[in-house]
Nanobody, 121 residues
Framework: VQLQASGGGLVQPGGSLRVSCAASGINLDYPAIGWFRQAPGKEREWVSCIFPRLNTTRYADSVRGRFAISRDYAKNTINLQMNSLKPEDTAVYYC???????????????WGQGTLVTVSS
């Protein structure tokens, strides 16, 4: 089972970016998929999660209303659409699988390699 995050890049404040989590060896209908991020010098932070089987999505207060998590059945990916980006959103973004939408990173496995999102003018 492998997860791979992609889609990061450089975007100006107020801009949008979509990061994706692709899976191999796992049906994304079954686990919850969480997005986390880690900014330089900071601890890893839970951002959002989706539990397709229960049609559940959750967001951290810091991104609610700006980010949207979704399931792309055609591509078998979990996407995180990020709008109205702020410099404080700059971080490496990771996706990981769990049995439910937990906030604690130690409850998630496996983890994919992260993708860097930089919000800067």
């Amino acid at each position: 089972v492998q997860l791979q995050a992609s889609g990061g890049g450089l975007v100006q404040p107020g801009g949008s970016l979509r990061v994706s989590c692709a899976a191999s060896g796992i049906n994304l209908d079954y686990p919850a998929i969480g997005w986390f991020r880690q900014a330089p010098g900071k601890e890893r932070e839970w951002v959002s999660c989706i539990f397709p089987r229960l049609n559940t999505t959750r967001y951290a207060d810091s991104v609610r209303g700006r980010f949207a998590i979704s399931r792309d059945y055609a591509k078998n990916t979990i996407n995180l659409q990020m709008n109205s980006l702020k410099p404080e959103d700059t971080a490496v973004y990771y996706c990981a699988a769990a049995g439910a939408c937990y906030h604690h990173d130690y409850l998630y496995t496996p983890w994919g390699q992260g993708t860097l999102v930089t919000v800067s003018s």
